[in-house]
């Protein structure tokens, strides 16, 4: 399977660390997950998407690209493909207009359930659907459900996001059946563990494939420097506000104190980086 990787912070941040020299950074992950590599980061509210069909530890563009991202907001996929060419079309992340989306998961016997999925796409979303993935059909699913809710270029709160994920989710394994909760399952299972932003609102959903979260370090190394410096980065917040939120499929070695979250939890932060979860 795939590994996706990403942060939202009310400071812009580098991910050199992350994706490139940790121990377990998603570069090294990418020798057992060589089909392509994206990095989506955002500047002026825009989103800018880099995306290849090599294998990242060994493209020196992916070296490059993550010594110079310095971002509020990132996402970042290797992927491990289990439908669709590896290609740069189904190379994550995916994007539509501000929204950027990654998936670490399968729709199984997709050849079989791609037509009524589909189905579940907005016609003039679809035709911006270009690779032939699982992965992307259910991008355009979200966008759809999230249309019925608001317009997509407005102001997003995490209930909206909520409640598309409910209706979705839903729809989506009244045809596929149901997700598997186990993350060394078989490939050929039902995952749907994904995340999803539009540079403000940032949201995470564990869809059997293991995903975890951080909100804190366990000590900040730049906490005499750092003029955003509270008492939540070094502690589980109180009150709700946190000043930076990342997910990634494995806990990445460092300062961060990174939690599992639980199968079919949904997590985020809104524009004012207050955290949400589900219940």
């Given amino acids: 399977m ?49 995306k290849s069909e090599k294998t990242a530890i060994q493209d020196h563009l992916f070296k490059r690209v993550s010594g ?43 050849s079989t359930t791609k037509n009524k999925l589909h189905g579940l796409v907005n016609p003039h979303l679809f035709k911006y659907i270009l690779g032939d993935t699982d992965s992307e059909i259910l991008f355009y699913i979200l966008l759809t459900e999230l249309q019925k809710i608001q317009n997509l270029t407005d102001l997003c709160t995490l209930n909206n996001l909520f409640e598309m994920n409910t209706k979705a989710i839903e729809k989506i394994t009244k045809i596929i059946g149901p997700c598997l909760n186990q993350d060394d399952g078989p490939i050929n299972e039902n995952y749907l563990t994904y995340i999803l932003t539009n540079g403000q609102v940032f949201f995470a959903y564990q869809g059997g494939k293991q995903l975890y979260y951080s909100t804190h370090k366990s000590k900040c190394k730049e906490r005499n420097s750092c003029p955003f410096f509270a008492e939540e980065c070094e502690n589980p917040t109180l009150n709700g506000k946190v000043n930076h939120l990342l997910f990634s499929s494995e806990p990445i070695q460092g300062d961060n104190v990174w939690l599992p979250m639980t199968f079919g939890q949904s997590l985020g932060v809104d524009n004012q980086m207050i955290l949400g979860i589900s219940s």
Wanted: glycine share 6%; with cysteine; net charge positive.
């Fill in 68 to 110: 110079i991202v310095n971002s509020q907001t990132v996402i970042a996929h290797i992927r491990n493909a289990t439908s669709g060419q590896q290609n740069i079309l189904n190379t994550h992340p995916f994007q539509y207009g501000q929204w950027v989306f990654a998936h670490n998961g399968n729709i199984k016997n997709f």
């Fill in 2 to 50: 795939c590994r996706i990787f990403g942060f939202r912070s009310v400071i812009k941040s580098q991910v050199h660390h992350s994706l490139i020299s940790a121990d377990n950074a998603i570069h090294n992950q990418s020798e057992n997950h060589p089909d392509g590599w994206g990095v989506a980061y955002y500047v002026d509210s825009s989103p800018h998407v880099i």
